[in-house]
């Protein structure tokens, strides 16, 4: 574990050697280690990107000031620098994307892959009244836990409102919740990807079927859609 130049190299090989892959787009460093001195981890990252197991490397999780401290590192010694974020965003996740991460977008061009743009499946809906048992939210760990930060008491009744609001609006777009919070996150011109967490086909094909709805975000729906979010 840590990213160590010991364990990122060791553990990159053996990622691509278990995906038979000779390379990946890109390597994510998931989670500052503040165990590890950033030279060594940049300096690693850049090691494995110029014996060509990644074609760039980026960040997952980390705070702002360690992501430009690390850009920082690596223009001063010329290696490779981090070009992507893999941050947590949706309509109930907004503080990192919206605000911590605004200069690195403007003054660096960090791209960034979110995730849990449906903040766990809670921006559905299917929990304002109760957790099925069979759902993922039932569960202490994992995504489970994830979806519980915003059920608990203190923000079940927010969450409730956010959610019931957004299912209303979906209906006089004539899509879905889903469609519409993916569409949401998609429409944000410092969001590169989305990473979806689908378990069925049909799910999947929901998913992709978004990008239809990017275009119904007018100025008028995003207004809508700050108002009830943010609150």
């Known amino acids: 574990m840590g990213l160590s130049r010991k364990h990122l190299i060791e553990g990159t090989k053996a990622s691509l050697k278990r995906l038979q892959l000779d390379y990946v787009d890109i390597l994510f460093a998931h989670r500052y280690d503040p165990k590890v001195p950033m030279e060594e981890i940049c300096r690693a990252f850049d ?30 010694y010329g290696l490779v620098k981090p070009v992507v974020e893999q941050p947590e965003y949706s309509m109930l996740e907004r503080e990192k994307v919206e605000r911590e991460y605004v200069s690195l977008f403007k003054d660096y061009g960090i791209g960034t892959t979110i995730w ?34 915003y059920l608990t008491p203190e923000k079940l009744e927010n969450t409730r409102r956010i959610t019931t609001e957004i299912g209303a ?13 993916l569409a949401w996150t998609l429409r944000n011109t410092d969001v590169s990807t989305a990473i979806m967490g689908a378990r069925t086909i049909k799910q999947l094909e929901e998913n992709v079927r978004a990008l239809e709805d990017v275009s119904k975000l007018t100025v008028e729906v995003e207004e809508r859609i700050e108002k009830n979010s943010s609150k």
């Open 47 to 76: 090691f494995l990107v110029n014996q060509g197991y990644a074609l760039y490397w980026g960040t997952s999780e980390w705070p702002a000031p360690k992501i430009e401290q690390a850009i920082k590192i690596c223009e001063k």
């Open 169 to 181: 609006l979906a209906k006089e777009l004539n899509t879905t919740s889903v469609k519409l919070a």
């Open 116 to 149: 849990s743009p449906l903040a766990s499946g809670v921006i559905t809906g299917k929990y304002n009244n109760g957790i099925p048992q069979e759902s993922r939210a039932n569960s202490s760990w994992g995504w489970g836990k994830l979806a519980h930060k």
